[in-house]
């Protein structure tokens, strides 16, 4: 198979198993990204895939050839480190034509690929400038087109823009994303931060606690999480516990509700996001009754908490889709079994 | 790049040259000069391989003990002064601009250079009658005539504290750099004087970096060679300068070995003192 | 008044240091061939003499032979040690780190004592290039600490991303560890290079007898009495160590070689 697999791929660090058991298939060509909290494993994965680290059971395969043995310089890939790692000793063109240079590529090659490539990444005629006179978002760039250098078979980027303010890193990601379409490579990118994870990928690998919990496009796992670990740390949402009664109903926040069933008729969990849950007025049909206890107003959204048995409910609404509630006040919270994701306890 | 265990005979090989050469010439030397030790020493300067004592018991003589004394008190006074004066200076040092500090290291490391040879021939003119500082005193009026302020104790000690008062600031420096400013400046917006905040704040933050400089600073008094041989009476040199007296001028190799080896235990418990006293405040912290 | 107070205690300090050094200027310039200060005329004459005479320059020479060579070999044994120390997992190797230190750590004459009775013992005592190695054993620690320093100063992720772009180990260390490494390289070399000069008991007790470096030919000049040139040649070697640690400065991090933190100060 074309692109990059990962066959139970483990790491153990001492007793401590940084990732375990992972499986993935990554197809040529997509944009991947590797999501989850620290410590979960992510870049300990990506930094085996890269051949820095070696797993200590499992297997990598690059378009079907087995590398978990290659060291990485032997690796035919591109990686940009969370520091950048830009060489302070050089410049912007040599940092970029580093790999071109100590394979001894001749010179008039090396200034036509550092030409083509700080087109690319919209900063022509930089390349003798020292690497310690650019701004932060020049640099990232500089280290994306150094990775890119060689035309790799594969990209791999650690936590790439974390040091970029919030707006550069929002602009950064749209690039990043059509860079990777126009050159069509398979990218890795190893964030914490969802929006980005969102923004770019074309595959979500959600991992947590060195496992992969979920590995789908971006819409299905914000849809279709596949566990309350997934439905938290992606967005926001809100889980509520459920029950199977004698009757069989499935039961949530004190109320029976029709349409949706408990896996097994047993306990479960529902995952709902907050602009899923609509708001009506007090003991409309179907709907639970809870009290307002708290109105963030955010001009575009408003947030409504509710306490309905107990049990905390975030809505957001726009101002018109909304009834007027006020803190105190008694309101319909209307769950869609549509919308709703049952979800193993 | 991983940090990795060497895997083949060949990622050995880096480590090969400088093994051989610290071990051939710094530790087979050191087993030689601990071997002589227990040799024979003949006439005229040469000695024969045996297994005697006799070089160590020399050390059981109330001439030798006096000498050990003498050089454990100078080095220990020494210490004292040079911490006395490094510790503020130093902490004085850290709060200068970084061009000012350049300057003073520039200055402190050229100092700490210099040779033996040319700190006693230095201080060995000022303290002397026709050249000496006693001259200036005369020219002020302050003197009547100029008189040679060497030899003598108290020139032995400004020589040693004067070759080691570089050496306690280049040691103290990387702790009080490191201190947090903002100790100091949480004291003073507490009321304290600047003095007072030094002594009640810098002093004791640096205990441990104290009391590790004073047992260097000893360690290094104890290697002083020549000052006291230079700038003092015969009661006045210490087991660095009996060493060398005896090694080179007595010809009395055996001997010297010994009172080496003896130095090497003398400064060796000196640095266990100083792990120990480091690790004990670290447990208790 | 703290601030008058703490210029009075920086000058009294200044003071104590350069005050034997100006009185050693001031004899130096005297111009007749008598230790005199304040200094009774002015004349050069000592300092041409260094040159001039065939002693003082022979033993200038042979300082400065035995500081560029011994501090050369120094810095041949420090650098793969210390690259070997950065590079592997190895505790065992701690071990000739603290070899490495332990010369310089050690009272002096302890290591002159030890290289005497192992060059006597081999039957090269007297050779001059015996008091080469001598003096690179002796002073290795400073390269080996300027270079640790260095090596741990390397950010790992610099070598890992050189790996990731295709180069491997010796490529590498050639292309981004020796380039990053030089400044602590040049100032380990600089360090010994200035010491070594300066060195008196362990060239004493090698080469002593065969062979006058510039220390023991003040000190030997010492012992016989009094010459001017011994003035010139201490102000002459004053100057060099300051010029040569100006250079590392102006060139080079120096309060980072001696323990300061980069970041901390702008």
């Not at chain 1, 889709?321 to 049952?342: A, I, N």
Request: charged share 15%; net charge positive; with cysteine.
């Amino acid at each position: 198979m074309s692109g990059l697999t990962l066959n139970s791929v483990r790491k153990d660090f001492g007793s401590f198993t940084a990732v375990n058991d992972v499986q993935l298939a990554v197809p040529q060509g997509t944009f991947v990204c590797m999501l989850g909290p620290s410590g979960c494993g992510k870049t300990t994965l990506l930094r085996m895939i890269a051949g820095l680290d070696l797993p200590t059971s499992g297997e990598i395969l690059l378009d079907g050839e087995d590398i978990t043995a290659v060291p990485t310089h032997k690796r035919n890939l591109g990686m940009v480190f969370q520091s950048l790692a830009l060489f302070p000793h050089l410049s912007v063109g040599e940092n970029i034509a580093y790999p071109l240079r100590i394979r001894g590529a001749p010179r008039e090659e090396q200034r036509r690929r550092v030409d083509e490539l700080l087109a690319m990444i919209h900063l022509p005629g930089y390349a003798d400038r020292p690497v310690a006179k650019l701004s932060g978002g020049q640099r990232q760039r500089v280290a994306i087109a150094r990775a890119l250098t060689r035309s790799p078979k594969l990209f791999l980027l650690d936590e790439p823009l974390s040091a970029l303010d919030a707006k550069l890193r929002e602009a950064m990601q749209v690039e990043l994303r059509q860079l990777q379409q126009q050159l069509g490579i398979t990218t890795i990118v190893v964030t914490h931060d969802q929006r980005e994870a969102m923004t770019m990928a074309d595959t979500v690998v959600v991992m947590n606690q060195g496992q992969i919990r979920q590995a789908a496009s971006p819409m299905e796992i914000y849809r279709r999480p596949a566990d309350t670990f997934v439905a938290d740390f992606i967005g926001s949402t809100n889980l509520i516990d459920m029950y199977t009664d004698s009757a069989g109903r499935a039961v949530a926040l004190d109320q029976a509700i029709p349409g949706l069933s408990a896996p097994g008729g047993g306990k479960a969990v529902i995952s709902v996001r907050p602009e899923d849950v609509h708001l009506t007025a007090p003991g409309s049909d179907g709907t639970i009754t809870g009290t307002v206890t708290f109105v963030r107003d955010l001009g575009g959204t408003i947030e409504t908490f509710i306490d309905c048995a107990g049990q905390q409910i975030i809505a957001v609404s726009t101002p018109r889709s909304r009834p007027e509630v006020t803190v105190g006040q008694p309101v319909g919270v209307l769950l869609d079994p549509g919308v709703c994701v049952v979800l193993d306890r | 790049m991983r940090r990795e265990t060497p895997q083949r005979l060949t990622d050995y090989a880096p480590i090969a040259f400088p093994a051989i050469m610290l071990t051939v010439f710094f530790v087979i030397p050191f087993g030689t000069m601990i071997s002589v030790s227990f040799f024979q020493r003949q006439q005229g300067g040469f000695y024969t391989p045996a297994f005697v004592f006799s070089n160590y018991e020399r050390f059981l003589s109330l001439f030798f003990a006096n000498v050990l004394g003498f050089s454990l008190m100078l080095a220990v006074l020494v210490a004292i002064c040079c911490v006395v004066l490094g510790v503020p200076f130093t902490y004085l040092l850290t709060r200068l601009t970084r061009r000012a500090q350049i300057i003073w290291m520039v200055v402190l490391l050229s100092v700490l250079s210099l040779s033996e040879v040319i700190i006693g021939f230095a201080w060995s003119t000022l303290f002397s009658r026709t050249a000496g500082i006693t001259n200036l005193l005369v020219v002020l009026g302050l003197m009547e005539k100029a008189v040679a302020l060497s030899p003598g104790f108290p020139a032995v000690l400004t020589a040693m504290v004067y070759q080691a008062l570089p050496y306690t600031i280049l040691v103290l420096y990387p702790a009080l750099i490191r201190l947090d400013p903002t100790l100091t400046e949480a004291a003073r917006t507490l009321g304290a004087s600047p003095l007072r905040a030094f002594f009640t704040v810098v002093v004791p933050a640096l205990r441990t970096t104290i009391m590790a400089t004073l047992i260097m600073v000893f360690i290094f008094a104890l290697g002083s060679y020549l000052l006291p041989q230079i700038l003092g009476r015969p009661q006045h040199w210490t087991l660095s300068v009996l060493i060398t007296d005896q090694a080179i001028y007595q010809s009395n190799m055996p001997f010297a070995a010994a009172m080496a080896v003896f130095l090497v235990l003398v400064t060796l418990a000196m640095v266990a003192l100083t792990l120990f006293a480091g690790r004990k405040r670290e447990a208790a912290t | 008044m703290s601030h008058f107070l703490r210029r009075i205690y920086f000058a009294l300090v200044g003071l104590f240091l350069a005050a034997p050094l100006i009185v050693v200027a001031g004899v130096s310039i005297n111009a007749k061939q008598t230790l005199a200060f304040p200094p009774q005329g002015f004349s050069l004459a000592w300092y041409v003499e260094i040159f001039a005479d065939t002693g003082w320059r022979n033993a200038l020479f042979a300082s400065l032979m035995l500081a560029l060579l011994s501090a050369a070999l120094a810095v041949a044994i420090a650098l793969p040690l210390a690259w070997f120390l950065w590079r592997r997992i190895a505790p065992w190797a701690n071990i000739f780190q603290l070899l490495g230190i332990a010369p310089f750590t050690l009272p002096p004459v302890i290591t002159a004592l030890g290289l005497l009775t192992f060059w006597a013992a081999t039957g090269f005592y007297g050779h001059p290039w015996t008091a080469v190695v001598s003096h690179a054993i002796f002073f290795v620690t400073l390269p080996l600490v300027t270079l640790s320093l260095g090596f741990s100063a390397i950010e790992r992720s610099l070598v890992e991303a050189a790996a990731t772009m295709g180069a491997d180990d010796r490529t590498i260390f050639r292309t981004v560890v020796l380039p990053l490494i030089t400044p602590y390289l040049v100032s380990g070399y600089a360090f010994a290079f200035v010491l070594s000069l300066n060195e008196y008991i362990v060239a004493y007790m090698t080469v002593g007898f065969t062979m006058e470096t510039l220390p023991i030919k003040i000190f030997n000049a010492l012992r016989y009495g009094y010459t001017p040139t011994m003035a010139s040649v201490t102000v002459l070697f004053v100057i060099l160590a300051a010029v040569i640690y100006s250079l590392i400065a102006r060139y080079g991090d120096l309060l980072k070689l001696l323990g300061a933190n980069p970041e901390e100060k702008p």
